[in-house]
């Protein structure tokens, strides 16, 4: 499966992005999806997944905050990010996985085979 992600931009602290990441083929149920974080020096880390069943999981720091979901219809996996902070800047990259992986072991990189090729997320005022 191919990715594309889009919707990156420069953003105020306190602003919202919606993240988009349009997928080759349907991946509704065959397909665990993950978005991740990657900023200069640092290791890629996983932000939000949603698994195959549609259960969705955060990483601490954006719980209450992101939001990840899919749209079947158009092969597309959604990341809505509100009351942005510096600390949300970054690459931010689409992934898909199709292992017997769940939970929590979908914020490890290592879950992934699919990557895109991500979009610049920057928070400053």
């Known amino acids: 499966v191919q990715l594309v992600e889009s919707g990156g931009g420069l953003v105020q602290p306190g602003g919202s992005l919606r993240l988009s990441c349009a997928a080759s083929?349907?991946?509704?149920?065959?397909?665990?999806m993950g978005w991740f974080r990657q900023t200069l020096g640092k290791e890629r880390e996983g932000v939000a997944t949603?698994?195959?069943?549609?259960?969705?999981r955060y990483a601490d720091s954006v719980k209450g905050r992101f939001t990840i979901s899919q749209e079947n219809a158009k092969n597309t996996l959604y990341l809505q990010m509100n009351s942005l902070k510096p600390e949300n800047t970054g690459m931010y990259y689409c992934?898909?996985?199709?292992?017997?992986?769940?939970?929590?072991?979908?914020?490890?990189?290592?879950?992934?085979?699919?990557w895109g090729q991500g979009t610049q997320v920057t928070v400053s005022s």
């Open positions: 992934a898909a996985g199709s292992s017997a992986l769940r939970g929590s072991w979908l914020f490890s990189r290592a879950a992934y085979a699919y």
């Open positions: 083929e349907n991946t509704y149920r065959r397909y665990y």
């Open positions: 949603i698994d195959k069943d549609g259960v969705t």
